[in-house]
């Protein structure tokens, strides 16, 4: 397959939508497990460490498969004829009204009068995540720190686009080699040129290391450009077949590793060639027709719902743990049962923004209402230049 087939010849990735659900359920039963923020609800401490124990590296799993599933998807959905503004339309549209919702509820919940403006605004804003102090970056909704990068991920994508789609196919593997590369000398100079600063709660790190190594938006730069290298792979056929359940298992071997290496090497490093991996197979499958699981009724439906359930996951957490338990812990059976009414929650309040939020506001607002293009929009873009040529 060529890299510069027509869009209207690709075919769609259904798969990669039910996967998203997956990597959000990770994040979910991640904060579910927290001890120190009281988000574990067993009392028995054999119970409450093993459960944080399991998913300990599970948050840092599902962000790093989103990053990277985002370079890969808008690559492989690029629009040939698109508008820089056009695009940057469709992807705020995409991620604030559903954050807007999010954050409104989290200030009417969690005392948001009490909440100063330096760090509320910039939460709103989705720019929190670009301070090193955690008050402000883990403020309010805190799923929502991912976003920060996000954001700068659609901000520069159509001036990336261009220069990735010119990358030689033989040059491509030693392009994404290079993200990888990035990625290590991130943590590298976490590791070893961090400044001094206090302990980052529930980290074996600092608060400055954590929050340049894992949450400051520029460095998780890498992950989105490898997605976008990937996509490039797939589309010229020089990716390997690699079957799904195969890139599975390495996703669980990647996992283990995460949980014995170093807290910081551990954080996206060890996982991330997994994911790649996942990502692709599951392309090809898609690419291939391969019935998958992942495209059923029930996986679609949840994939598209997982935006939502981000968000809404850590709210419903906060709410049921601190508002109506009080911080109080229960029995194993039910603090499962618990657990399982707080992941229906979340589902359901997920379900409720897509079809109260998401699609209205798409619906409403993601294409432009006139009809003639502005001549500021119709100058050449990279996505027009690429496929000029």
């Known amino acids: 397959m060529s890299s510069s087939l027509a869009l209207s010849t690709r075919p769609k990735l259904p798969s ?15 904060h579910a497990s927290l001890i120190f923020i009281s988000m574990n609800p067993f009392a028995d401490p054999d119970t409450a460490d093993g459960f944080r124990w399991l998913f300990s590296k599970a948050g840092w799993m599902g962000v790093s498969f ?3 599933l985002s370079g890969f998807v808008l690559t492989w959905s690029a629009r040939p004829g698109d508008t820089v503004t056009g695009f940057w339309r469709r992807r705020m549209v995409k991620i604030f009204p559903n954050h807007a919702a999010t954050w409104a509820l989290a200030m009417i919940l969690f005392a948001g009068s009490a909440i100063p403006l330096k760090v509320w605004l910039p939460n709103l804003f989705l720019i929190h995540s670009w301070f090193p102090d955690p008050a402000v970056h883990l403020s309010l909704n805190a799923p929502a720190w991912s976003l920060c990068s996000e954001l700068l991920f659609y901000l520069l994508f159509p001036f990336l686009l261009r220069p990735v789609l010119r990358i030689k196919e033989r040059a491509l593997w030693l392009w994404a080699a290079a993200m990888l590369a990035g990625m290590l000398a991130v943590q590298l100079v976490t590791d070893f040129l961090a400044p001094s600063s206090p302990p980052a709660p529930g980290t074996d790190v600092t608060v400055w290391q954590f929050w340049f190594g894992y949450n400051f938006p520029p460095v998780r730069m890498f992950e989105f450009v490898l997605g976008m290298i990937l996509a490039r792979l797939v589309l010229a056929g020089a990716f390997p077949r690699v079957g799904i359940v195969p890139a599975a298992v390495l996703c669980v071997v990647g996992y283990a590793a995460a949980m014995v290496v170093p807290f910081l090497y ?3 490093l060890m996982t991330v060639v997994p994911i790649a ?7 090809h499958a898609d690419v291939e027709g391969a019935p998958t699981v992942l495209r059923g009724r029930t996986m679609q439906w949840l994939g598209e ?3 939502g359930f981000y968000l809404a996951q850590q709210i419903v957490l906060s709410f049921v743990r601190t508002t109506l338990m009080d911080n109080r812990t229960v029995a194993t059976p039910a603090g499962v049962a618990l657990v399982a009414a707080e992941f229906a929650g979340a589902l359901a309040l997920g379900w409720l923004l897509l079809v109260c939020v998401e699609r209205p506001a798409m619906r409403r607002w993601a294409r432009p209402r006139r009809k003639t293009a502005d001549p500021a929009e119709s100058s050449p873009t990279p996505q027009q230049l ?4």
């Open 16 to 30: 990669l939508t039910g996967l998203r659900f997956i990597a959000a359920a990770l994040v979910f039963f991640f």
């Open 66 to 68: 989103f990053f990277v």
């Open 266 to 268: 551990g954080l996206n």
């Open 277 to 283: 991996l996942l990502i692709c197979a599951v392309a």
């Open 305 to 307: 719902v997982s935006f």
């Open 386 to 389: 690429t496929a000029a040529s």
